[in-house]
């Protein structure tokens, strides 16, 4: 991995930035860290036939998309999984396998003359089954960029190629490279239905293959073409319904193949979507992998019933992660990977101290008090983890700000309870059915504090073409305590009149989204977008880009074209129910001697200078005669020289900083201002 060095391949990257087993041990929070141990590793094996290699004839030229052969598609979506995975999942496999090629290769062995050649005859390994290097990302770019280079090599065989030879080298090459990873996953992109139509014995042979790898605990994904323009659609029940299974023994919560086929769509389609897209679409939904944040939890719902349940993270901001410091030694030029060491040493002698030695202490009455480790075990524990309802509400309780953390999603697992989805089942459906949510003590894991959550059912959501956009169970939001509540300030609310709605709805109705919903997924934060695309410059010694893709910014001219006049029918609409609203409250501006305006009913605004404008007093004089500044209130306290100023100008002051509910003493009025500073110095 010399070309990509600040990537380890011989270590797990999230370990790097992590303390040590020194680390203090605070109260444990279920975050990131939480996550378990889940790498990941794809292989893509793409079909070149024929018919893959075939460029569709119904293409749009000014659309390049539109004009890319199946293979070169799907080439290409490799390559851009390739690139998200280096950034979101650093210690995640990928690797390319095509088969039907002309030429032959397998790991380690020679084109044609190797042994790999020889064992899996038309099977070219483009790209092993590693974590990507830039050199491996640089070649795949080559491929999908160069028509000459991918011409010499995407060359259909003459002889068809045995679909059980696939399965057996993609069995070898997650046998050899990821024989420990927790999610293993073959991504079959090809349009042919019906392998070795003519020799059942053949068909036979793969379905047995197939099965070796589901032991294994590798998915096959299927990734089928159809060619509308050929009138040819991909038909599963001839073959694939025998070789793709919905899921794996190893995993029984896999997702089910996806029914609809990909299909590159013809220039006069309406939605114009090309085979590229449409695959990078299919390919994305199904490469996330599901993270617990906590497995097999018990999910108590009332006394003598337990479940089991597992808790994911399904909504996450993302942000950039160093995955490791480096350095550049003196003798190299190549940096080299900082492998942290922390040791405690001790403060007079410098010796270092041992873990058994440390003990925590806190301070209370001006006593050290000092616990040992198994007594601040027992301080801390709240119980085993646990999700226990203690009772039932309306939904409609439940307002919308009352959220202190990240929501979790639960769902089913039968690992340890027989019959969990069975009854996880009927109690979502009750809480949809009646409007209602369960509140629930949470405790996440050991050591963790207890929470009161509320458990919202949800139901499943879908998207047009029938994928799965939101699975249904159960959502855990983190209640407030009464701590945690802030009183909102106090204002003054005018409600809109209903001609000023009635107008303003007209504008939102033309500024909503297709369909009124909003995909997070066509809008990648450009920042963290900006980053990673220097990042990959860098690594791949690509020109560094000059201006950063931001599809957040507003579409001026269609917003203006779509929604301008009726703006401006808005802003009449205002003008006129401002006027009507001061007419009847008696807020209108009444011309004062010296020709300005003043508005009437309401507090004279603070002026610009930093003195306070002369405001009437509850006792006739006018406080702030003479008017304090912050720089002389401020100058008369460092010298205890408060009480210099009369009490209509403290109570000026002091309007103008908003203190309130002080007595009429003159007393009173300094302790309150000096007060006021004693608290800011507190807290500055």
């Known amino acids: 991995m ?21 680390d203090d041990e605070e109260e444990e929070e279920v975050g990131e860290s939480g996550y378990k141990t889940s790498k990941d590793a794809v292989l893509f094996a793409i079909d070149v036939s024929e018919s893959m290699l075939a460029k569709p004839t119904d293409g749009d030229e000014k659309k390049p998309d539109t004009m890319l052969s199946p293979t070169i598609a799907a080439l290409k979506c490799a390559y851009a999984l ?9 210690s995640d496999m990928m690797g390319i396998l095509l088969f039907g090629t002309e030429k032959s290769k397998f790991q380690d062995g020679d084109e044609e003359t190797g042994r790999g050649g020889l064992q899996y005859p038309h099977c070219y390994l483009l790209t092993d089954l590693d974590i990507p290097a830039a050199a491996d990302v640089k070649q795949l770019r080559s491929m999908v960029e160069d028509e000459e280079e991918a011409a010499d090599l995407l060359v259909a065989s003459k002889k068809e190629v045995s679909m059980a030879n696939v399965l057996f080298c993609a069995n070898q090459i997650f046998t050899t490279k990821a024989p420990n990873f927790s999610t293993r996953r073959l991504f079959l992109v090809t349009d042919n239905d019906y392998p070795h139509a003519s020799n059942r014995d ?15 605990g590798v998915t096959i994904e299927l990734f089928p073409i159809s060619h509308p323009d050929r009138g040819y659609t991909f038909d599963r029940s001839k073959f694939y319904n025998d070789i793709v299974y919905s899921a794996s023994p190893s995993d029984p919560d896999a997702p089910a193949p996806l029914s609809a086929d990909i299909k590159p769509a013809s220039s006069t389609a309406k939605d114009g979507i090309s085979l590229l897209q449409s695959l990078l679409s299919s390919v994305a939904s199904r490469s996330a992998r599901r993270r617990a944040m906590f497995s097999h939890m018990p999910f108590e719902i009332g006394p003598g019933l337990k479940i089991s349940v597992n808790g994911f993270i399904l909504i996450k901001r993302q942000e950039p992660k160093r995955t490791s410091y480096i350095y550049l030694p003196p003798d190299s030029d190549k940096p080299q990977i900082v492998m942290g060491v922390g040791q405690l040493i001790a403060d007079d002698t410098a010796r270092t101290v041992e873990k058994t030695e440390v003990r925590r202490a806190y301070k209370f009455g001006g006593e050290t008090i000092s616990f040992s480790g198994d007594e601040m075990a027992k301080i801390k524990h709240f119980g085993d983890p646990v999700i226990r309802i203690i009772g039932f509400k309306p939904l409609s309780m439940l307002p919308v700000w009352a959220q202190v953390k990240q929501n979790y999603f639960i769902y089913p697992s039968e690992e340890d309870f027989v019959g969990s989805t069975r009854v996880f089942s009927a109690l979502h459906q009750k809480l949809l059915r009646d409007q209602k949510m369960a509140v629930a003590w949470f405790i996440a894991r050991r050591n963790a504090k207890p929470t009161l959550t509320a458990l919202i059912p949800s139901r499943e959501q879908r998207s047009e073409e029938g994928e799965q956009v939101m699975p249904p169970g159960l959502w855990i939001k983190h209640l407030p305590f009464a701590d945690d509540i802030r009183e909102p300030p106090e204002t003054e609310v005018v409600k809109a009149p209903d001609p000023l709605i009635d107008a303003m709805r007209v504008v939102v109705q033309q500024l909503q989204l297709p369909k009124a919903v909003y995909d997070p997924h066509k809008y990648p934060n450009p920042g963290l977008q900006w980053f990673y695309r220097i990042l990959q410059a860098l690594a791949l010694e690509e020109d560094l880009p000059e201006k950063a893709e931001d599809k957040t910014l507003p579409k001026w001219k269609q917003i203006h074209k779509r929604a301008g006049p009726y703006v401006v029918e808005w802003g009449k609409t205002l003008d006129d129910q401002y006027r009507m609203w001061q007419k009847d409250n008696d807020r209108h501006p009444k011309p ?3 020709g300005g305006a003043k508005r009437t009913g309401g507090a004279a605004p603070a002026a610009s200078n930093g003195r306070i404008k002369k405001v009437k007093a509850e006792d006739g004089e006018y406080a702030g005669d003479g008017g304090i500044t912050d720089e002389e209130m401020r100058a008369a306290y460092a010298k205890d020289a408060v009480k210099k100023f009369t009490v209509a100008q403290l109570k000026g002051w002091m309007q103008g900083k908003g203190i309130k509910g002080v007595g009429t003493k003159k007393a009173e009025i300094v302790d309150a201002v000096n007060g006021y500073f004693e608290t800011k110095m507190e807290m500055d």
């Open 202 to 216: 053949a068909r036979n042979s793969a379905a047995v293959r197939a099965k070796d790898l589901y032991d294994l």
């Open 592 to 594: 004062t001697a010296n």
């Open 82 to 90: 390739t690139q998200q995975r280096i950034i979101s999942n650093s």
């Open 2 to 22: 010399a070309s990509l060095p600040y990537r380890d391949t011989t270590s797990d990257p999230s370990n790097h930035g992590r303390g040590s087993d020194n």
